[in-house]
């Protein structure tokens, strides 16, 4: 394949094969779109050319070995960083090879570089108390205070992604019985999610102050300029409103609170109350219900906690030291087992 073709496979790859046949959301596009900047970058101070001049021989895997490397000690980027660039490396390769068949082992050996295995982090959740502390300083007598109570009930009550909130319309929402919300997810996937009388109300509310009609095509939630709120603005808004309530609820002080905390909420809450894993996942739009199965092992270890902290309510069947420790000579005790 030529200089050119390579480009051009690039360009298809983007405007074609990503959106077009896998369906993936404009986010997405953008996350593999940066990555590739970063590694066409990275190739043209290695081979001291172009980005316009690079060919196929500049991307072997050992050139994207290193370039993971530079990502790792000189960008300081994290494990799942790391990870994430690697996954849209892979993405153009698996379609180069479908693609192109002549460079099908140069292709396959760049699909064999592999993914670096982190340690997972325990996603964080907030207990019951903290949220209604959160939701008892909101004064729904505002505008903005019946924005965010609409706003985080519905997050509370959904579980949704940053993303999957902002891009609402008003008449994704039924407000009619069954109350339900359309939500579209990865992968452009659809699913509903059924909404609380309470969560219902309280966007009416919201929406008859604007005014906005219920089944207009417009973005269910704005900011203070009137343009559809953005994953910025929604992060900074939970920030805001944690900050008021951990003047009441202190624990709230040791917590790092985002919109995704939010959908761990939900999941926690959920699983707690006794809701079987398979609604949840089907709730939360989880692609595998080893994702959700996570949540299990969470409130479990909480479980065991909480077990141990109850045995030492118990009262001991009286102290017996260990034989050795009166023993000065531990070779003695030793000899005598």
Same mark, same amino acid.
């Given at each position: 394949?030529?200089?050119?073709?390579?480009?051009?496979?690039?360009?298809?790859?983007?405007?074609?094969? $990503?959106?077009?046949?896998?369906?993936?959301?404009?986010?997405?596009?953008?996350?593999?779109?940066?990555?590739?900047? *970063?590694?066409?970058?990275?190739?043209?101070?290695?081979?001291?050319?172009?980005?316009?001049?690079?060919?196929?021989?500049?991307?072997?895997?050992?050139?994207?070995?290193?370039?993971?490397?530079?990502?790792?000690?000189?960008?300081?980027?994290? !494990?799942?960083?790391?990870?994430?660039?690697?996954?849209?490396?892979?993405?153009?390769?698996?379609?180069?090879?479908?693609?192109?068949?002549?460079?099908?082992?140069?292709?396959?050996?760049? *699909?064999?570089?592999?993914?670096?295995?982190?340690?997972?982090?325990? =996603?964080?959740? %907030?207990?019951?108390?903290?949220?209604?502390?959160? &939701?008892?300083?909101?004064?729904?007598?505002? =505008?903005?205070?019946?924005?965010?109570?609409?706003?985080?009930?519905?997050?509370?009550?959904?579980?949704?992604?940053?993303?999957?909130?902002?891009? %609402?319309?008003?008449?994704?929402?039924?407000?009619?019985?069954?109350?339900?919300?359309?939500?579209?997810?990865?992968?452009?996937?659809?699913?509903?999610?059924?909404?609380?009388?309470?969560?219902?109300?309280?966007?009416?509310?919201?929406?008859?102050?604007?005014?906005?009609?219920?089944?207009?095509?417009? =973005? %269910? &939630?704005?900011?203070?300029?009137?343009?559809?709120?953005?994953?910025?603005?929604?992060?900074?808004?939970?920030?805001?409103?944690?900050?008021?309530?951990?003047?009441?609820?202190?624990?709230?002080?040791?917590?790092? !609170?985002?919109?995704?905390?939010?959908?761990?909420?939900?999941?926690?809450?959920?699983?707690?109350?006794?809701?079987?894993?398979?609604?949840?996942?089907?709730? $939360?739009?989880?692609?595998?219900?080893?994702?959700?199965?996570?949540?299990?092992?969470?409130?479990?270890?909480?479980?065991?906690?909480? %077990?141990?902290?109850?045995?030492? *309510?118990?009262?001991?069947?009286?102290?017996?030291?260990?034989?050795?420790?009166?023993?000065?000579?531990?070779?003695?005790?030793?000899?005598?087992?």
């Amino acid at each position: 394949m030529t200089k050119p073709d390579f480009g051009t496979l690039i360009r298809s790859f983007f405007e074609q094969h $990503l959106v077009a046949q896998r369906g993936l959301s404009g986010h997405t596009v953008l996350a593999y779109r940066d990555a590739w900047k *970063l590694l066409l970058q990275f190739a043209s101070r290695q081979h001291r050319k172009s980005c316009a001049a690079l060919a196929w021989e500049d991307l072997e895997a050992g050139t994207i070995r290193q370039f993971l490397d530079h990502l790792e000690r000189e960008r300081h980027n994290a !494990v799942p960083t790391r990870n994430s660039r690697l996954a849209a490396i892979h993405a153009f390769f698996r379609y180069a090879a479908e693609s192109d068949p002549r460079h099908l082992a140069r292709c396959e050996s760049v *699909l064999a570089v592999r993914f670096k295995r982190h340690a997972q982090r325990v =996603p964080e959740y %907030l207990e019951q108390p903290e949220v209604l502390a959160i &939701f008892n300083q909101l004064d729904c007598r505002t =505008p903005l205070g019946r924005r965010d109570d609409g706003l985080l009930r519905l997050l509370y009550n959904t579980g949704m992604r940053a993303h999957e909130l902002v891009n %609402l319309d008003a008449n994704h929402v039924r407000f009619s019985r069954p109350y339900h919300v359309r939500i579209l997810g990865k992968g452009r996937k659809e699913r509903t999610c059924p909404l609380w009388t309470e969560t219902i109300q309280a966007l009416k509310d919201y929406l008859a102050a604007r005014p906005v009609p219920l089944d207009a095509p417009v =973005p %269910l &939630f704005v900011n203070a300029g009137g343009d559809r709120l953005s994953r910025f603005g929604l992060r900074h808004i939970i920030a805001h409103r944690v900050a008021e309530a951990a003047k009441v609820c202190p624990t709230l002080f040791t917590r790092r !609170v985002t919109p995704h905390t939010w959908r761990h909420t939900t999941a926690m809450h959920l699983l707690q109350s006794g809701v079987d894993l398979n609604m949840i996942r089907s709730w $939360l739009g989880h692609a595998s219900i080893e994702t959700t199965h996570g949540y299990v092992e969470i409130d479990l270890e909480m479980k065991r906690r909480t %077990l141990q902290s109850a045995e030492k *309510l118990l009262p001991t069947q009286g102290k017996r030291g260990s034989s050795w420790q009166k023993n000065p000579d531990l070779l003695s005790w030793l000899s005598g087992l």
